[in-house]
């Protein structure tokens, strides 16, 4: 009787350590917790923090909108200038006046 018992235990154990190498430890997930943690702390920085991905994208938005605006503002002043240039110039062929406005032009978007 007392055998049957015995390998009945020991039976029962084997079962016991077969299903414990299978399964995953209480340390094991503790560990892949902490790293999840220590992961999504650092790409949330990244991301929302101070100099983060969010901060950098409103910056060229309004560095985008800002140099826009410029260059429409030169556009207009340049076709103002050619618009000028066209109706400044006397019979003779003297454009000394379209002269200076170029040179003018040309030195302030240099």
């Not at 826009?68 to 618009?83: C, H, P, R, V, Y």
């Given at each position: 009787m007392e055998s049957k018992d015995k390998r009945k235990i020991l039976k029962r154990q084997m079962k016991i350590s077969k299903i414990r190498e299978k399964g995953i430890t209480l340390v094991a997930l503790v560990v892949t917790v902490i790293l999840l943690f220590i992961i999504t702390g650092v790409t949330l920085g990244n991301v929302l923090g101070e100099n983060g991905l969010i901060e950098k994208?409103?910056?060229?938005?309004?560095?985008?909108?800002?140099?826009?605006?410029?260059?429409?503002?030169?556009?207009?002043?340049?076709?103002?200038?050619?618009?000028?240039?066209?109706?400044?110039?006397?019979?003779?062929?003297?454009?000394?006046?379209?002269?200076?406005?170029?040179?003018?032009?040309r030195s302030r978007y240099r």
């Open positions: 994208a409103k910056k060229a938005i309004t560095l985008y909108r800002e140099s826009e605006t410029d260059e429409s503002m030169k556009i207009g002043q340049l076709a103002n200038l050619l618009n000028d240039n066209g109706d400044n110039t006397d019979n003779s062929g003297n454009n000394d006046n379209n002269e200076e406005k170029n040179r003018n032009f």
